[in-house]
């Protein structure tokens, strides 16, 4: 455990006595991938907001690669969940902008050649002087993703990328997903709400509990369980509900989901 | 089969334009043909008759010249009036009488001028009140107060300070264009998609590349909308500004006309007006369809 990111007893409050999660500690090491599943309202997307830099946490540091985190950096990238590409611009050109904050020394071929190969990356080339607009969802969030790969951050923050696709399209993205990750050793945590992506993907699976009023008061959400995926590593949406201690896995989730995510 | 039903339906869209243009000519004609000048007097008059006719105004048509009446103009005098206009626009006889590409241009100037400090002082202004909900709510009273003022009301004050009647008439058309920009352009920047600016942000985008690469762009559409409306305003208050203030333009030459009762002078300047009014709110729409995007 080399802890490349850190997240140290995070919390946040919108109601200073009744914080929405409090002492939130993970790390992730190099190369791996870590999702985050959680009802509506854990705060997730609040963790991954504040390990971007886009949010602050009410309490409670992040360290990423022995640097506290204090704003938004290109070391990290990130796919939001509604693709966050610029109407206005072609594929090439969403993506191109991002190069070109990354180098601004770069010259225009340099950009352009980048820009290529991240398109290539996620099999768009047919559509990289296409608009958003004229490109479907599953399309538009393969150059989200194409975007965030583009600038070559240290680790990848993915908030919930597939929730708004289809289950067939969702399929095949996250195989692709998995291929470009594994190619690269990115380090990834990823928010999603759909258990099977967390089993396919996910090395470790993070669980978060809602807060709420108990007996005692007022307990704030949190991490609750954390699942080390068992399953091997050449695991495939094909193979996936045939192996071994895949049942386990994902009724223990499932379990966890239903039952004890609510205090 | 469906672009030639689109091609019909334009087709005879015009079809009844066409009728409804002939229409209001036949009506035209229809009310203005009793006022048809009667026979001149064929009792010969002396010299001294003739001179005191003509200080009175009365004098009897020249051979050749159309003859004047007391009523409405008629089709026949409109047409010769807009041939005489057209085919000679650009003379320059004096102070009160040129041609109506001279006025027009004099008019268009001074719009394009005002419009132009409008752009220049709104867009930034709008930007920073867009981006800053401080800057916004301090500004508001202002300009919810300065708004609703007609932009004429400020032309004795702008003739006081200003001592000059044409730089006075593009201030008025400052001031009126000014507004919508200044309120579209706030409005645009303030609801750029959070998402947009997330992104900017996480790619480390400095202030000034975000401003024009992100915001700009995100914000085009409301800021030419603003642009539009503001044109379109400034176009309506020149003519006024100009009859107020005199000396040139193309409101000024409808009072001028009207000065000399020449109807048919009155009426085509009127038509000119609301063509050239056409063509610029065409050239703005144009460029609206060229920075509107579909998300």
Request: charged content about 20%; aromatic content about 8%; some cysteine.
């Amino acid at each position: 455990m080399d802890g490349f990111l850190r997240v140290e007893k995070l919390g946040k409050a919108f109601a200073a006595d009744k914080p929405v999660f409090s002492d939130v500690s993970f790390k992730l090491d190099r190369g791996e991938f870590v999702c985050i599943i959680g009802h509506s309202g854990c705060g997730k997307t609040t963790i991954l907001n504040v390990i971007a830099g886009l949010d602050t946490a009410s309490t409670g540091h992040v360290f990423m690669d022995g640097r506290e985190v204090a704003g938004p950096s290109l070391e990290r990238g990130v796919v939001f969940q509604s693709h966050a590409l610029m109407p206005w611009l072609t594929v090439r050109k969403n993506i191109a902008f991002a190069v070109e904050s990354r180098w601004p020394e770069k010259k225009a071929s340099q950009i352009d050649e980048a820009v290529r190969a991240a398109v290539e990356l996620v099999g768009l080339t047919a559509a990289i002087d296409k608009l958003p607009s004229q490109l479907s969802g599953g399309m538009k969030q393969r150059v989200g993703i194409a975007r965030a790969f583009a600038i070559q951050p240290k680790m990848l923050l993915l908030d919930e990328p597939f929730g708004a696709l289809d289950a067939l399209t969702r399929g095949t993205i996250q195989e692709e997903l998995i291929s470009i990750v594994r190619k690269t050793q990115q380090t990834v945590f990823m928010i999603t709400h759909d258990v099977d992506e967390a089993i396919l993907l996910a090395d470790r699976i993070l669980l978060m509990k809602n807060g709420g009023e108990t007996d005692a008061g007022y307990v704030p959400g949190g991490v609750g369980e954390v699942v080390v995926n068992t399953l091997p590593k050449d695991r495939n949406r094909r193979n996936l509900h045939h192996l071994d201690g895949y049942y386990e896995l994902r009724n223990n989730i499932v379990d966890f989901l239903v039952t004890r995510a609510k205090h | 089969m469906n672009a030639s039903l689109f091609k019909s339906l334009e087709f005879r869209a015009g079809l009844v334009s066409l009728l409804i243009f002939v229409f209001i000519l036949a009506v035209w004609h229809a009310a203005t043909l009793q006022s048809a000048p009667a026979p001149a007097p064929t009792t010969p008059v002396s010299a001294e008759q003739a001179e005191y006719d003509k200080l009175m105004g009365k004098s009897a048509p020249a051979a050749g010249e159309t003859a004047k009446t007391t009523g409405f103009p008629t089709l026949a005098q409109m047409g010769s009036t807009v041939v005489k206009q057209l085919s000679n626009p650009f003379y320059d006889n004096g102070p009160n009488d040129k041609g109506i590409a001279i006025q027009l241009a004099y008019s268009l100037a001074r719009v394009g001028l005002g419009f132009l400090i409008a752009c220049l002082v709104a867009i930034p202004l709008g930007f920073v009140i867009g981006m800053s909900p401080l800057l916004r709510r301090a500004f508001d009273p202002f300009i919810q107060v300065l708004k609703p003022i007609s932009p004429l009301a400020w032309m004795p004050l702008a003739l006081y300070t200003i001592k000059d009647s044409s730089i006075s008439g593009v201030f008025v058309i400052f001031i009126c264009s000014v507004w919508p920009m200044l309120l579209n352009t706030a409005f645009g920047v303030a609801s750029v998609k959070r998402e947009w600016l997330n992104v900017a942000s996480t790619l480390e985008v400095k202030p000034l590349r975000k401003a024009l690469k992100v915001i700009l762009p995100a914000a085009a559409p409301t800021i030419l909308t603003g642009m539009r409306i503001s044109m379109g305003i400034a176009w309506l208050v020149i003519v006024a500004a100009e009859m107020l203030v005199g000396g040139t333009g193309i409101g000024y030459f409808v009072w001028n006309e009207w000065n000399n009762l020449s109807l048919t002078n009155v009426i085509f300047a009127i038509l000119v007006i609301g063509v050239v009014g056409m063509l610029l709110d065409l050239f703005f729409a144009r460029l609206q369809r060229a920075v509107t995007y579909v998300e």
